[in-house]
Protein backbone atom coordinates (compact mmCIF):
# COMPACT_ATOMS: atom_id res chain seq x y z
CA UNK A 1 0.00 0.00 0.00
CA UNK A 2 1.30 3.29 -0.87
CA UNK A 3 1.69 6.10 1.82
CA UNK A 4 -0.98 8.55 1.35
CA UNK A 5 -0.13 11.89 1.33
CA UNK A 6 -3.41 13.25 1.65
CA UNK A 7 -3.22 17.42 2.03
CA UNK A 8 -6.83 18.41 2.72
CA UNK A 9 -5.87 21.99 2.53
CA UNK A 10 -4.47 21.36 -0.94
CA UNK A 11 -8.36 19.41 -2.06
CA UNK A 12 -9.69 22.85 -3.73
CA UNK A 13 -6.94 23.21 -6.21
CA UNK A 14 -7.25 20.05 -7.66
CA UNK A 15 -8.95 18.70 -10.68
CA UNK A 16 -12.35 16.85 -9.74
CA UNK A 17 -12.04 12.91 -8.01
CA UNK A 18 -7.71 14.08 -7.44
CA UNK A 19 -5.56 13.34 -4.72
CA UNK A 20 -2.06 13.49 -4.01
CA UNK A 21 -0.22 10.10 -3.00
CA UNK A 22 3.94 10.24 -3.02
CA UNK A 23 3.18 13.60 -4.46
CA UNK A 24 1.50 12.08 -7.71
CA UNK A 25 -1.48 13.63 -8.60
CA UNK A 26 -3.86 10.42 -8.98
CA UNK A 27 -7.28 9.60 -10.01
CA UNK A 28 -9.13 8.39 -6.53
CA UNK A 29 -10.96 4.92 -5.93
CA UNK A 30 -13.25 7.08 -3.97
CA UNK A 31 -16.06 9.53 -5.94
CA UNK A 32 -15.48 12.85 -4.52
CA UNK A 33 -17.79 15.35 -4.14
CA UNK A 34 -18.27 18.46 -6.74
CA UNK A 35 -15.36 20.64 -6.06
CA UNK A 36 -17.00 24.19 -4.42
CA UNK A 37 -19.98 21.66 -3.10
CA UNK A 38 -18.60 20.65 0.08
CA UNK A 39 -20.15 18.53 3.08
CA UNK A 40 -21.36 20.08 6.24
CA UNK A 41 -20.53 17.77 8.93
CA UNK A 42 -22.30 16.86 12.39
CA UNK A 43 -19.46 19.06 13.81
CA UNK A 44 -19.88 21.94 12.07
CA UNK A 45 -24.43 21.50 11.25
CA UNK A 46 -24.80 22.84 15.47
CA UNK A 47 -23.54 26.75 14.16
CA UNK A 48 -25.61 26.36 10.90
CA UNK A 49 -28.84 25.20 13.40
CA UNK A 50 -28.14 28.34 15.94
CA UNK A 51 -27.72 30.57 12.44
CA UNK A 52 -30.82 28.67 10.99
CA UNK A 53 -33.01 29.30 14.48
CA UNK A 54 -32.31 32.59 15.48
CA UNK A 55 -33.36 34.11 12.15
CA UNK A 56 -36.73 31.89 11.93
CA UNK A 57 -37.53 33.32 15.44
CA UNK A 58 -36.32 36.39 14.10
CA UNK A 59 -38.81 36.54 11.33
CA UNK A 60 -41.62 35.04 13.51
CA UNK A 61 -40.93 38.51 15.68
CA UNK A 62 -41.35 40.46 12.59
CA UNK A 63 -44.18 38.78 11.54
CA UNK A 64 -42.41 37.66 8.13
CA UNK A 65 -44.28 33.82 6.74
CA UNK A 66 -41.70 31.12 5.29
CA UNK A 67 -42.12 30.26 1.85
CA UNK A 68 -40.13 26.79 0.42
CA UNK A 69 -38.96 27.32 -3.36
CA UNK A 70 -38.03 24.46 -5.62
CA UNK A 71 -34.47 24.55 -6.77
CA UNK A 72 -35.06 23.77 -10.19
CA UNK A 73 -36.63 26.76 -12.45
CA UNK A 74 -36.84 27.30 -16.04
CA UNK A 75 -33.81 28.78 -17.44
CA UNK A 76 -35.50 31.64 -18.80
CA UNK A 77 -36.62 32.96 -15.36
CA UNK A 78 -33.53 34.23 -14.43
CA UNK A 79 -32.46 35.59 -17.94
CA UNK A 80 -35.15 37.41 -17.70
CA UNK A 81 -35.14 38.92 -13.75
CA UNK A 82 -31.29 38.74 -12.99
CA UNK A 83 -30.44 39.87 -16.66
CA UNK A 84 -28.87 38.48 -19.78
CA UNK A 85 -25.47 40.70 -19.48
CA UNK A 86 -25.14 40.31 -15.82
CA UNK A 87 -22.16 37.73 -14.70
CA UNK A 88 -24.47 35.09 -13.36
CA UNK A 89 -26.25 34.43 -16.28
CA UNK A 90 -23.04 34.80 -18.63
CA UNK A 91 -21.24 32.90 -17.14
CA UNK A 92 -22.37 31.25 -13.87
CA UNK A 93 -25.13 28.89 -14.21
CA UNK A 94 -25.53 25.32 -13.85
CA UNK A 95 -27.98 24.98 -17.05
CA UNK A 96 -29.04 21.79 -18.53
CA UNK A 97 -31.55 19.89 -20.87
CA UNK A 98 -33.72 18.13 -18.62
CA UNK A 99 -35.25 14.32 -20.53
CA UNK A 100 -37.98 16.77 -22.15
CA UNK A 101 -35.07 18.87 -24.09
CA UNK A 102 -36.54 21.92 -21.62
CA UNK A 103 -33.41 24.28 -20.72
CA UNK A 104 -33.11 24.09 -16.89
CA UNK A 105 -31.09 25.78 -13.83
CA UNK A 106 -30.00 24.98 -10.44
CA UNK A 107 -31.59 28.26 -8.76
CA UNK A 108 -28.34 30.70 -8.50
CA UNK A 109 -30.32 33.14 -6.50
CA UNK A 110 -34.05 32.99 -4.40
CA UNK A 111 -35.46 36.59 -5.45
CA UNK A 112 -36.54 35.16 -8.98
CA UNK A 113 -38.33 31.96 -8.21
CA UNK A 114 -40.26 33.72 -5.26
CA UNK A 115 -41.19 36.39 -7.66
CA UNK A 116 -42.21 33.48 -10.14
CA UNK A 117 -44.15 31.59 -7.13
CA UNK A 118 -46.16 34.76 -5.98
CA UNK A 119 -46.97 35.49 -9.27
CA UNK A 120 -48.14 31.93 -9.97
CA UNK A 121 -50.08 31.59 -6.90
CA UNK A 122 -51.87 34.85 -7.25
CA UNK A 123 -50.05 36.45 -3.46
CA UNK A 124 -49.72 39.68 -4.48
CA UNK A 125 -53.64 40.32 -5.73
CA UNK A 126 -54.99 43.15 -3.49
CA UNK A 127 -52.24 41.89 -0.44
CA UNK A 128 -48.85 42.73 0.84
CA UNK A 129 -46.66 39.66 1.62
CA UNK A 130 -43.51 39.43 3.97
CA UNK A 131 -41.80 36.42 3.19
CA UNK A 132 -38.78 34.37 3.76
CA UNK A 133 -36.60 31.80 2.42
CA UNK A 134 -33.55 29.42 3.35
CA UNK A 135 -31.67 26.99 1.12
CA UNK A 136 -29.03 26.12 -1.11
CA UNK A 137 -27.84 28.59 -4.09
CA UNK A 138 -25.48 27.39 -6.88
CA UNK A 139 -22.71 29.37 -9.11
CA UNK A 140 -20.61 27.97 -11.16
CA UNK A 141 -18.05 30.56 -9.70
CA UNK A 142 -13.81 29.75 -8.80
CA UNK A 143 -14.15 28.05 -5.45
CA UNK A 144 -12.20 29.97 -3.10
CA UNK A 145 -12.46 30.70 0.76
CA UNK A 146 -15.91 32.42 1.43
CA UNK A 147 -16.83 31.70 -2.53
CA UNK A 148 -18.56 27.93 -3.16
CA UNK A 149 -20.21 26.64 -6.19
CA UNK A 150 -23.14 25.08 -3.82
CA UNK A 151 -23.70 27.79 -0.84
CA UNK A 152 -27.02 28.52 1.40
CA UNK A 153 -29.17 32.00 1.56
CA UNK A 154 -31.46 32.80 3.98
CA UNK A 155 -33.44 35.39 2.19
CA UNK A 156 -36.17 37.64 2.89
CA UNK A 157 -38.79 39.59 -0.37
CA UNK A 158 -41.47 41.99 0.85
CA UNK A 159 -44.08 42.91 -1.57
CA UNK A 160 -46.41 45.60 -1.97
CA UNK A 161 -44.92 48.20 0.65
CA UNK A 162 -43.36 51.25 -1.69
CA UNK A 163 -42.39 53.27 0.80
CA UNK A 164 -38.44 54.31 2.80
CA UNK A 165 -40.24 52.49 6.12
CA UNK A 166 -40.07 48.73 4.46
CA UNK A 167 -36.24 49.33 3.77
CA UNK A 168 -35.45 50.09 7.13
CA UNK A 169 -37.15 47.26 8.37
CA UNK A 170 -35.07 45.15 6.65
CA UNK A 171 -32.16 46.66 7.68
CA UNK A 172 -33.24 47.10 11.38
CA UNK A 173 -33.94 43.07 11.38
CA UNK A 174 -30.76 42.14 10.35
CA UNK A 175 -29.12 44.55 12.45
CA UNK A 176 -30.32 42.78 15.50
CA UNK A 177 -29.68 39.41 13.81
CA UNK A 178 -25.88 40.56 14.12
CA UNK A 179 -26.76 41.29 17.84
CA UNK A 180 -28.53 38.47 18.86
CA UNK A 181 -25.48 36.46 17.19
CA UNK A 182 -23.22 38.36 19.23
CA UNK A 183 -21.70 39.86 15.59
CA UNK A 184 -23.18 43.50 15.83
CA UNK A 185 -19.20 44.81 16.12
CA UNK A 186 -18.06 42.47 13.23
CA UNK A 187 -20.49 43.94 10.70
CA UNK A 188 -20.81 47.34 9.37
CA UNK A 189 -23.52 48.78 6.86
CA UNK A 190 -23.26 50.45 3.43
CA UNK A 191 -26.22 51.85 1.55
CA UNK A 192 -26.57 53.77 -1.56
CA UNK A 193 -29.47 54.75 -3.98
CA UNK A 194 -29.46 53.97 -7.99
CA UNK A 195 -32.53 56.14 -8.63
CA UNK A 196 -35.56 55.20 -11.11
CA UNK A 197 -34.72 53.68 -14.03
CA UNK A 198 -35.20 57.16 -16.13
CA UNK A 199 -32.35 58.40 -13.42
CA UNK A 200 -29.81 55.55 -14.16
CA UNK A 201 -30.66 55.62 -17.76
CA UNK A 202 -29.08 59.16 -17.85
CA UNK A 203 -26.78 58.73 -14.81
CA UNK A 204 -25.39 55.22 -17.02
CA UNK A 205 -24.73 57.65 -20.05
CA UNK A 206 -22.76 60.18 -17.74
CA UNK A 207 -20.99 57.50 -16.55
CA UNK A 208 -20.14 55.87 -20.11
CA UNK A 209 -18.85 59.66 -21.28
CA UNK A 210 -17.01 59.55 -18.08
CA UNK A 211 -15.64 56.00 -18.69
CA UNK A 212 -14.70 56.51 -22.59
CA UNK A 213 -12.30 59.05 -21.77
CA UNK A 214 -10.43 56.86 -19.66
CA UNK A 215 -11.04 54.13 -22.18
CA UNK A 216 -7.18 52.84 -22.44
CA UNK A 217 -7.05 52.36 -18.43
CA UNK A 218 -10.07 49.97 -18.58
CA UNK A 219 -9.59 46.08 -17.88
CA UNK A 220 -11.04 43.69 -20.15
CA UNK A 221 -14.08 42.92 -18.06
CA UNK A 222 -14.51 46.88 -18.11
CA UNK A 223 -14.36 47.19 -21.53
CA UNK A 224 -16.70 44.35 -22.36
CA UNK A 225 -18.86 46.51 -19.33
CA UNK A 226 -18.88 49.52 -20.82
CA UNK A 227 -21.69 48.81 -23.12
CA UNK A 228 -23.58 46.29 -21.87
CA UNK A 229 -23.68 46.65 -18.24
CA UNK A 230 -21.39 49.83 -17.27
CA UNK A 231 -22.88 50.03 -13.49
CA UNK A 232 -21.39 47.00 -12.53
CA UNK A 233 -17.62 48.76 -13.51
CA UNK A 234 -18.00 50.62 -10.44
CA UNK A 235 -18.24 47.16 -8.68
CA UNK A 236 -15.23 46.06 -9.66
CA UNK A 237 -12.72 44.72 -7.33
CA UNK A 238 -9.69 44.98 -9.70
CA UNK A 239 -6.91 47.93 -7.51
CA UNK A 240 -5.82 49.02 -10.94
CA UNK A 241 -9.48 50.46 -11.33
CA UNK A 242 -9.59 52.02 -7.90
CA UNK A 243 -8.76 55.45 -8.69
CA UNK A 244 -10.69 55.82 -11.87
CA UNK A 245 -14.01 54.34 -10.51
CA UNK A 246 -13.27 56.72 -7.43
CA UNK A 247 -13.15 59.61 -9.42
CA UNK A 248 -16.16 58.30 -11.49
CA UNK A 249 -19.53 60.97 -11.49
CA UNK A 250 -21.76 59.65 -8.47
CA UNK A 251 -25.62 58.02 -8.84
CA UNK A 252 -26.25 60.53 -6.18
CA UNK A 253 -25.87 63.44 -7.74
CA UNK A 254 -28.55 61.98 -10.59
CA UNK A 255 -31.00 60.88 -8.43
CA UNK A 256 -34.79 61.78 -9.13
CA UNK A 257 -37.10 63.88 -6.49
CA UNK A 258 -38.84 60.98 -5.52
CA UNK A 259 -35.75 58.64 -5.25
CA UNK A 260 -34.07 61.11 -3.20
CA UNK A 261 -36.51 61.69 -0.94
CA UNK A 262 -37.02 57.81 -0.11
CA UNK A 263 -33.56 57.72 0.72
CA UNK A 264 -33.10 60.63 2.85
CA UNK A 265 -36.55 59.52 4.81
CA UNK A 266 -34.69 55.91 5.29
CA UNK A 267 -31.48 57.67 5.97
CA UNK A 268 -33.34 59.63 8.88
CA UNK A 269 -35.01 56.57 10.07
CA UNK A 270 -32.01 54.49 10.75
CA UNK A 271 -30.72 57.27 12.52
CA UNK A 272 -34.11 57.56 14.90
CA UNK A 273 -33.49 53.74 15.60
CA UNK A 274 -29.55 54.54 16.08
CA UNK A 275 -28.26 52.12 13.35
CA UNK A 276 -24.90 53.85 11.97
CA UNK A 277 -24.29 53.29 8.06
CA UNK A 278 -21.63 54.65 5.24
CA UNK A 279 -23.50 56.25 2.47
CA UNK A 280 -21.55 54.18 -0.22
CA UNK A 281 -22.18 56.07 -3.70
CA UNK A 282 -20.12 53.37 -5.83
CA UNK A 283 -22.39 50.38 -4.13
CA UNK A 284 -24.21 49.01 -6.93
CA UNK A 285 -25.62 45.61 -6.82
CA UNK A 286 -24.67 42.57 -9.38
CA UNK A 287 -27.95 41.86 -10.37
CA UNK A 288 -30.31 44.73 -13.12
CA UNK A 289 -32.93 44.24 -11.29
CA UNK A 290 -32.54 46.52 -8.06
CA UNK A 291 -33.87 50.53 -7.86
CA UNK A 292 -33.93 53.08 -5.30
CA UNK A 293 -32.39 51.56 -2.05
CA UNK A 294 -29.39 48.91 -1.95
CA UNK A 295 -27.39 48.21 1.28
CA UNK A 296 -24.13 45.56 2.06
CA UNK A 297 -23.34 44.34 5.28
CA UNK A 298 -19.65 43.65 4.72
CA UNK A 299 -17.06 42.57 7.54
CA UNK A 300 -13.15 43.01 7.63
CA UNK A 301 -13.22 39.67 8.97
CA UNK A 302 -13.22 37.46 5.87
CA UNK A 303 -11.15 38.68 3.60
CA UNK A 304 -11.78 39.69 -0.44
CA UNK A 305 -15.27 37.64 0.36
CA UNK A 306 -16.57 40.30 3.12
CA UNK A 307 -20.14 40.69 2.01
CA UNK A 308 -22.29 38.87 5.00
CA UNK A 309 -25.71 40.44 3.38
CA UNK A 310 -27.01 42.02 0.48
CA UNK A 311 -30.10 43.50 -0.49
CA UNK A 312 -31.99 46.07 -2.24
CA UNK A 313 -35.32 47.44 -3.49
CA UNK A 314 -36.55 46.05 -7.34
CA UNK A 315 -39.71 47.55 -7.77
CA UNK A 316 -39.94 46.47 -11.84
CA UNK A 317 -39.46 42.81 -11.01
CA UNK A 318 -42.64 42.15 -10.86
CA UNK A 319 -44.13 43.37 -13.87
CA UNK A 320 -41.19 42.56 -15.60
CA UNK A 321 -41.75 38.70 -15.24
CA UNK A 322 -45.11 39.60 -16.30
CA UNK A 323 -47.22 40.17 -12.64
CA UNK A 324 -48.79 43.58 -11.95
CA UNK A 325 -46.70 46.20 -10.86
CA UNK A 326 -45.76 45.44 -7.64
CA UNK A 327 -42.95 47.24 -5.53
CA UNK A 328 -40.31 45.08 -4.01
CA UNK A 329 -37.65 44.70 -1.63
CA UNK A 330 -35.30 42.21 -0.41
CA UNK A 331 -32.35 40.65 0.85
CA UNK A 332 -29.76 37.47 0.90
CA UNK A 333 -27.38 36.58 3.53
CA UNK A 334 -24.40 33.85 2.81
CA UNK A 335 -24.74 30.77 5.43
CA UNK A 336 -21.53 30.08 4.77
CA UNK A 337 -19.86 33.50 5.51
CA UNK A 338 -21.83 33.41 8.32
CA UNK A 339 -20.53 30.46 10.00
CA UNK A 340 -17.11 31.91 9.34
CA UNK A 341 -17.51 34.29 11.65
CA UNK A 342 -19.47 32.49 14.34
CA UNK A 343 -15.88 29.87 13.99
CA UNK A 344 -14.68 30.87 17.35
CA UNK A 345 -17.70 31.50 19.68
CA UNK A 346 -18.91 29.01 21.65
CA UNK A 347 -21.87 27.36 20.80
CA UNK A 348 -24.62 28.19 23.41
CA UNK A 349 -26.81 25.03 23.49
CA UNK A 350 -25.22 21.19 22.76
CA UNK A 351 -27.25 18.87 21.21
CA UNK A 352 -25.69 15.66 23.06
CA UNK A 353 -27.43 13.24 24.58
CA UNK A 354 -29.07 14.22 27.87
CA UNK A 355 -28.22 9.90 28.73
CA UNK A 356 -26.82 7.05 26.85
CA UNK A 357 -28.25 3.65 28.08
CA UNK A 358 -25.87 0.65 28.14
CA UNK A 359 -27.58 -2.56 27.62
CA UNK A 360 -25.05 -4.98 29.10
CA UNK A 361 -26.46 -8.92 28.19
CA UNK A 362 -29.27 -10.11 26.52
CA UNK A 363 -32.03 -9.89 28.83
CA UNK A 364 -31.45 -6.36 29.49
CA UNK A 365 -31.43 -5.79 25.53
CA UNK A 366 -34.70 -6.94 25.53
CA UNK A 367 -36.03 -5.15 28.38
CA UNK A 368 -34.14 -1.68 27.83
CA UNK A 369 -36.05 -1.19 24.23
CA UNK A 370 -39.43 -0.66 26.05
CA UNK A 371 -37.43 1.29 28.92
CA UNK A 372 -36.46 3.68 26.38
CA UNK A 373 -39.31 4.45 24.46
CA UNK A 374 -41.43 4.65 27.70
CA UNK A 375 -39.28 7.53 28.53
CA UNK A 376 -39.44 8.71 25.28
CA UNK A 377 -43.30 8.91 25.85
CA UNK A 378 -43.09 10.37 29.53
CA UNK A 379 -40.23 12.90 28.81
CA UNK A 380 -40.57 14.24 25.58
CA UNK A 381 -37.71 17.18 26.21
CA UNK A 382 -35.25 13.67 26.45
CA UNK A 383 -32.75 13.25 24.50
CA UNK A 384 -31.79 9.94 25.16
CA UNK A 385 -29.08 7.76 22.89
CA UNK A 386 -29.53 3.49 23.45
CA UNK A 387 -26.58 1.47 22.93
CA UNK A 388 -27.07 -0.54 19.43
CA UNK A 389 -24.84 -3.72 18.31
CA UNK A 390 -24.12 -5.23 21.79
CA UNK A 391 -20.50 -4.37 23.01
CA UNK A 392 -18.75 -5.09 26.20
CA UNK A 393 -19.83 -3.27 28.81
CA UNK A 394 -16.19 -1.16 28.65
CA UNK A 395 -16.55 -0.28 25.10
CA UNK A 396 -20.28 0.52 25.70
CA UNK A 397 -19.19 2.75 28.28
CA UNK A 398 -16.73 3.84 26.01
CA UNK A 399 -19.74 5.12 23.40
CA UNK A 400 -21.47 6.43 26.29
CA UNK A 401 -18.26 8.46 26.93
CA UNK A 402 -17.99 9.79 22.97
CA UNK A 403 -21.42 10.61 23.01
CA UNK A 404 -21.06 13.32 25.22
CA UNK A 405 -23.89 12.25 27.11
CA UNK A 406 -23.99 13.97 30.53
CA UNK A 407 -25.22 10.89 32.10
CA UNK A 408 -24.96 7.11 31.46
CA UNK A 409 -27.71 4.91 32.07
CA UNK A 410 -26.80 0.72 33.00
CA UNK A 411 -29.01 -1.76 32.44
CA UNK A 412 -27.17 -4.75 33.28
CA UNK A 413 -28.52 -8.69 34.77
CA UNK A 414 -27.95 -7.37 38.34
CA UNK A 415 -30.13 -4.34 37.66
CA UNK A 416 -32.93 -6.29 35.78
CA UNK A 417 -32.99 -8.74 38.79
CA UNK A 418 -33.67 -6.05 41.70
CA UNK A 419 -35.43 -3.74 39.11
CA UNK A 420 -32.89 -1.09 39.44
CA UNK A 421 -31.21 1.26 37.25
CA UNK A 422 -27.57 2.37 37.47
CA UNK A 423 -26.50 5.98 37.43
CA UNK A 424 -23.38 7.49 35.77
CA UNK A 425 -22.34 10.69 36.32
CA UNK A 426 -20.17 11.10 32.86
CA UNK A 427 -18.80 15.38 33.15
CA UNK A 428 -18.70 15.64 36.65
CA UNK A 429 -17.49 13.85 39.77
CA UNK A 430 -20.85 12.51 41.04
CA UNK A 431 -19.80 9.08 40.63
CA UNK A 432 -22.63 6.05 40.19
CA UNK A 433 -25.99 5.34 41.92
CA UNK A 434 -28.35 2.63 41.76
CA UNK A 435 -32.05 3.51 41.99
CA UNK A 436 -35.31 2.03 41.66
CA UNK A 437 -36.03 1.89 38.32
CA UNK A 438 -39.80 3.07 38.56
CA UNK A 439 -38.25 6.49 40.45
CA UNK A 440 -36.04 6.52 37.03
CA UNK A 441 -38.86 9.38 34.85
CA UNK A 442 -38.60 11.52 38.38
CA UNK A 443 -34.83 11.35 38.48
CA UNK A 444 -34.71 12.32 34.82
CA UNK A 445 -37.39 14.98 35.16
CA UNK A 446 -35.32 16.71 37.62
CA UNK A 447 -32.01 16.84 35.69
CA UNK A 448 -34.11 18.24 32.44
CA UNK A 449 -35.58 20.88 34.78
CA UNK A 450 -32.39 21.70 36.45
P1 LIG B 1 -20.13 38.75 -4.16
O1 LIG B 1 -19.93 40.19 -4.44
O2 LIG B 1 -19.45 38.28 -2.91
O3 LIG B 1 -19.89 37.88 -5.34
P2 LIG B 1 -22.90 38.77 -4.87
O4 LIG B 1 -23.18 40.19 -5.12
O5 LIG B 1 -22.70 37.87 -6.01
O6 LIG B 1 -21.70 38.61 -3.84
P3 LIG B 1 -25.58 38.21 -3.93
O7 LIG B 1 -26.04 37.62 -5.20
O8 LIG B 1 -26.08 39.52 -3.53
O9 LIG B 1 -23.99 38.18 -3.88
O10 LIG B 1 -25.83 37.16 -2.76
C1 LIG B 1 -26.04 37.56 -1.40
C2 LIG B 1 -25.03 36.93 -0.48
O11 LIG B 1 -24.85 35.56 -0.73
C3 LIG B 1 -23.63 37.50 -0.61
O12 LIG B 1 -23.50 38.69 0.10
C4 LIG B 1 -22.80 36.41 0.00
O13 LIG B 1 -22.81 36.47 1.42
C5 LIG B 1 -23.52 35.17 -0.44
N1 LIG B 1 -22.88 34.59 -1.63
C6 LIG B 1 -23.02 34.97 -2.92
N2 LIG B 1 -22.30 34.19 -3.74
C7 LIG B 1 -21.69 33.25 -2.94
C8 LIG B 1 -20.83 32.13 -3.18
N3 LIG B 1 -20.46 31.79 -4.42
N4 LIG B 1 -20.41 31.41 -2.12
C9 LIG B 1 -20.79 31.72 -0.86
N5 LIG B 1 -21.60 32.76 -0.57
C10 LIG B 1 -22.06 33.52 -1.59
MG1 LIG C 1 -20.98 37.18 -7.03
Redesign the pocket.
Known amino acids: MPAFNWQPGRADSLPDGQIVINGKSVLSKHIQAIRGMNDILPTETPRWWLIENVFAELMAAYGYAEIRLPIVEKTELFKRSIGEVTDIVEKEMYTFEDRNGDSLTLRP?GTAGCVRACIQNGLLYNQTQRLWYKGPMF?H?RPQK????Q?H?LGVEVFGFGGPDIDAELIMLTARLWKKLGLADDVSLEINSLGSVEARRVYRLALVDYLQQYREQLDEDSLRRLDTNPLRILDSKNPQMQALIEAAPKMMDFLDEESRLHFDRLCQLLDTVGITYRINTRLV???DYYCKTVF?WVTARLGA?G????GGRFDGLVEQLGGRATTAMGF???M??LVALLENSPLPKSHAPHAYLLLAGEAAERKGVLLAEQLRDRLPGLRLQVNAGGGSFKSQMKRADKSNALLALILGEDEIKRDEIGIKDLRGNAGQISIARAELTDYLQNMLTL
Open positions: EREGRYRFQRGLEQTVCAALGER
